[in-house]
């Protein structure tokens, strides 16, 4: 008898009917047919299969002894490694190869409107959405920093516990996961296994890559759901969703105060640090932000990098240059609620307040007159000093 005769006669017994099933849709180990004898009956060598049309009728079961060892069978080769023939992944259980087909088998759909990518779970749906939808679900109960996806959260934890963690054997820094401790160890490789396919950058990780190839394609896939801007990067999308909600995840522990971005709490908390890590190297001054003492640098070398296009006027930082560009423009953006009046600069209009609520900060140490401007002060000052203007 041929192995293929064989099998296929196998197969019409009902005990094997699960057997079937799982050879239509992978592979298993085939076994030589002289070994099949024993499984199918210990004590038989001719006959593989006894009345074999009485197991269809249903006249005459599989004898015990049958049955015990073909189900035994049928156990031994569930616990075998299931193949799936389009992607050669390989499963342990019949659950989970099951599962698996679907992706091969099941329509897709649920399918993203944003960028048209198609899903054949709700759940994997889902959590696509979050990708264009900004959504972190998940926050830390330590650190309150928020995850987009569960397995990451709980990744995240063992940076605060030290539980399994992967450290770098050249600088000593720590990762939870071992992939993100594979990708650092490029920085000291020098390894980039990422390139650009448009120009010669070369990328660690391909998220990097991915990002960068937008630049070329000109892609926004990130769009905003209330105002329908889109964003070549998710943290900016990110950024711009909170101008919409209000959202400030991050707050600081000393005050309570909230920020949108973790960058500007990280600046927040020098305030109550007194750290100054940027240092000028010509008088030693020190600041908080680089962008400060960039600013600052401007007074030694005499830079100033911003012109008025109408008067030749320049100015070592664009807030003054923006305003001293509304006196050519008359534009006023700072409005009186009480009579309309409007002013180029805040302070003039805080100013000008004060006169509406009757407050007078500014005071003579001499008679005590109290003064809205501190202009009126000082001129008021000369009357007791005799010093003329």
């Not at 269809?56 to 299931?82: D, H, L, M, W």
């Not at 890559?209 to 990067?233: A, M, V, Y």
């Not at 950024?239 to 920020?259: A, D, I, L, M, N």
């Not at 005499?302 to 423009?329: N, W, Y």
Request: net charge positive; aromatic share 10%; glycine share 8%.
């Amino acid at each position: 008898m041929t192995l293929m005769h064989y099998i296929s006669k196998c197969f019409d017994i009902c005990c094997l009917v699960p057997f079937k099933l799982f050879f239509v849709f992978f592979t298993f180990d085939l076994i030589a047919p002289k070994e099949e004898k024993v499984v199918l009956h210990e004590n038989e060598e001719e006959d593989k299969c006894e009345n074999l049309h009485d197991f269809k009728t249903g006249e005459k079961p599989c004898s015990p002894i049958k049955k015990t060892s073909t189900r035994k069978k049928a156990q031994e080769t569930e616990t075998r490694s299931f193949t799936c023939f389009q992607f050669e992944k390989s499963f342990n259980q019949q659950g989970n190869s099951r599962g698996h087909m679907r992706i091969h088998s099941e329509k897709k759909t649920f399918t993203c409107e944003q960028c048209g990518k198609s899903f054949n779970q709700k759940g994997n749906f889902n959590k696509h959405m979050r990708v264009h939808t900004g959504e972190k679900p998940y926050t830390c109960p330590q650190c309150g920093h928020r995850f987009a996806q569960k397995v990451h959260l709980t990744a995240h934890l063992r940076l605060h516990t030290g539980e399994n963690l992967y450290t770098c054997s050249q600088c000593g820094k720590r990762y939870a996961q071992r992939g993100n401790l594979k990708v650092h160890m490029r920085i000291h490789t020098g390894e980039s296994p990422f390139p650009c396919q448009h120009c010669e950058k070369s990328f660690t990780r391909k998220e990097s890559l991915d990002k960068h190839i937008r630049i070329h394609t000109g892609e926004k896939p990130f769009i905003c759901p209330q105002c329908g801007k889109s964003f070549t990067l998710k943290e900016n999308f990110t950024r711009h969703v909170r101008t919409h909600t209000g959202e400030k995840p991050y707050t600081c522990q000393h005050c309570g105060e909230s920020f949108s971005q973790q960058g500007n709490l990280n600046i927040h908390m020098r305030i109550h640090t007194g750290e100054n890590p940027y240092i000028c190297s010509q008088c030693g001054k020190s600041f908080s932000q680089h962008g400060n003492l960039k600013i600052h640098m401007r007074i030694h070398n005499g830079e100033r990098p911003f012109s008025c296009q109408l008067c030749g006027k320049r100015f070592t930082r664009k807030i003054g240059f923006k305003r001293h560009m509304r006196i050519h423009t008359g534009e006023k953006p700072y409005t009186c609620p009480q009579c309309g009046k409007g002013f180029i600069q805040h302070g003039n209009l805080t100013v000008h307040m004060r006169i509406h609520n009757g407050e007078s900060p500014f005071m003579c140490q001499e008679c005590g007159q109290r003064f809205n401007h501190k202009i009126s002060l000082n001129r008021h000052m000369r009357t007791h000093t005799g010093e003329k203007p």
